[in-house]
């Protein structure tokens, strides 16, 4: 532990940023008009710079307590001398904080502008370029020409190697990797998918590869299995805790399974039996399922939407609400989320703080796409009319047990920062991140929404997974030798609660009658503005007004109504 006080902070871009850059790539709003003629010098393009031994490129602050190394064994005076460090090494306290501030001096020497919200994402406006960086890998997206200056201004400063140029152009690259992810270009796309080496190394681990796949992945535990439910063996904690951690990373860039992934993640700390057979699930459901790739399709936008839902108290062994929601722009999905939030006493105040949730996501996201040159309304969409009744009003009302932290939602809403609009509760295409659908074809409804598709086989650059012996034991391994079996993943269909190869139709609540849609993919701005009207706050009474009510046509009216009541029933 560190009581030194001193920090060694350096930021790291959200993932969004990524995904931002790509989508800007097929995205018109405003003044930002991406060229998409081949032959152009000015068409668009995605760039992917490394820069190679990174952190030796920063110098150590000449202010900073000097960092001593120990000399190598080949050197003449090793065991008798140290080193003073002039750069930053790998392994070092600094050396991310320092590289990060070396890059930064760079670019904006370049005639970048760097990030508010986001320090790691950089717009040149003159060039029309915009880069988020991760570490030491450069991801850009602009013209082609512009691109083409950029990397010899990176490559004038530092060593670097460049990866694939994707572009709409005959010979163009159509198939790259940025932090593992997979991303390809189409004539009329752009295809983004995860790292595939996490869902195979998860399927082995659990002892699931080439597993009887599942249709869904996760199913509601009820209060009987909770009631019956025991904690997993000692054994087994680190092996699924390292597993848990691993869909985790992968729920990221899966927004099929992040809602699973969520629910799996909370029990790391004391594993179940149940836990264990969720993990079995989601493990024979990436068997059937483990490609998803994200569309990003040429659009243009008028706004960020944002859709979120609340699963009130679904929790049945702590009663905790989940919220969840994603980040639209347009149909690229962007971001999404699932967490389980504190208890709420009614459904009202958990929609409410999902909403809440949702709108810091979006205002948050609006300041990184500001950050890259665009300014963009933004609109929230809940099913639950209390939070709309909550959100229009200022103060508590009747509702004291609301944190009053949460209550800047009202002035948001107020000064039209935030644009709410209601979506029915069927159609809500956020309840995938809330709860657990009952048939695959729901599933694929659901993911459909979010231009998202399976697909089959394997990308031609995705990195390929290591094999050969480990030192670490997976749960699968730990399970068979708890067990003394050899294969534990012939009770995972029945663990499950299901039936492998059965998929149920109906969820109960008449869902699969209703077909989940989002609204602003449907409509134009006016079609949209006349069939879901945005929430109108309430202005706050004139108490002045009331004095000169008598004076109303209208209310002496309904005051002769009211005597005229009275009389007959006095009579």
């Not at 670019?107 to 915009?130: C, D, T, Y």
């Not at 691993?246 to 993640?265: G, M, P, Q, T, V």
Request: hydrophobic content about 35%; glycine content about 8%; some cysteine.
């Amino acid at each position: 532990t560190d009581f030194s006080g001193k920090s060694y902070f350096a930021p790291a871009p959200p993932l969004e940023a990524l995904r931002t850059v790509i989508s800007m790539a097929m995205t018109s709003f405003g003044k930002h008009r991406p060229v998409y003629d081949p032959n152009s010098a000015k068409r668009v393009q995605l760039s992917f710079i490394d820069v190679k031994r990174a952190y030796f490129n920063a110098k150590v602050d000449r202010d900073a307590e000097p960092c001593f190394v120990e000399l190598p064994a080949e050197d003449p005076d090793s065991g008798q001398k140290c080193a003073e460090l002039l750069r930053h090494m790998y392994g070092t306290r600094p050396a991310a904080d320092g590289w990060q501030e070396e890059y930064s001096t760079a670019l904006v020497r370049m005639g970048f502008r760097q990030g508010l919200a986001s320090p790691n994402v950089f717009r040149h406006e003159s060039k029309g370029i915009s880069c988020s960086v991760h570490g030491d890998d450069f991801t850009s997206s602009g013209p082609a020409d512009a691109l083409d200056w950029f990397e010899d201004s990176v490559a004038a400063e530092y060593e670097i190697s460049i990866g694939p140029r994707l572009g709409p152009g005959p010979h163009d690259a159509k198939q790259a990797r940025a932090l593992n992810r997979v991303i390809t270009w189409y004539d009329d796309r752009i295809e983004y998918e995860a790292d595939p080496r996490q869902a195979e190394r998860l399927m082995g681990e659990c002892g699931l590869t080439g597993a009887k796949p599942m249709g869904t992945p996760g199913v509601k535990v009820n209060y009987q299995e909770h009631q019956a439910d025991s904690p997993l063996e000692k054994s087994l904690h680190t092996p699924f805790r390292g597993s848990a951690a691993r869909s985790n990373y992968l729920s990221a860039d899966r927004i099929d399974c992040r809602y699973a992934c969520k629910e799996i993640c909370r029990s790391m700390s004391s594993p179940t039996g149940q836990s264990w057979k969720a993990l079995k699930r989601l493990g024979r459901y990436l068997c059937g399922a483990p490609r998803l790739v994200y569309t990003y399709r040429r659009q243009e936008v008028d706004a960020i939407d944002v859709y979120v839902d609340t699963d009130w108290a679904g929790c049945v062994k702590t009663r905790k609400s989940t919220s969840g929601g994603a980040v639209m722009m347009g149909r690229h999905t962007i971001k999404h989320w699932s967490s389980t939030p504190s208890v709420s006493l009614s459904s009202g105040e958990a929609e409410f703080y999902g909403v809440v949730r949702g709108a810091g996501q979006g205002l948050g996201y609006q300041s990184l796409l500001k950050d890259l040159g665009l300014t963009v309304p933004l609109r929230v969409w809940t099913d639950s009319s209390a939070a709309l009744g909550i959100c229009s009003r200022q103060g508590l009302g009747k509702l004291r047990h609301i944190d009053t932290h949460t209550l800047w939602v009202q002035q948001a809403v107020r000064s039209k920062r935030i644009e709410l609009k209601k979506v029915l509760g069927e159609e809500n295409p956020a309840d995938l991140l809330t709860k657990h659908s009952l048939s695959k074809e729901r599933v694929e409804k659901l993911i459909a929404l979010y231009d998202c598709q399976f697909k089959g086989g394997r990308a031609e650059t995705a990195p390929m997974t290591r094999s050969g012996e480990s030192s670490k034991k997976t749960i699968a391994q730990a399970d068979a030798s708890a067990r003394g079996i050899q294969r534990v993943e012939e009770q995972a269909g029945t663990d499950a609660g299901h039936d492998p190869v059965s998929y149920p139709v109906g969820d109960g609540d008449g869902q699969e009658n209703h077909q989940p849609r989002m609204p602003h993919n449907e409509m134009d701005r006016v079609q949209l503005d006349l069939q879901c009207p945005s929430l109108e706050a309430v202005d706050e009474l004139d108490l002045q007004d009331l004095t000169r009510l008598e004076d109303e046509q209208l209310y002496a009216a309904g005051m002769n109504v009211v005597q005229e009541i009275l009389r007959e029933m006095s009579q």
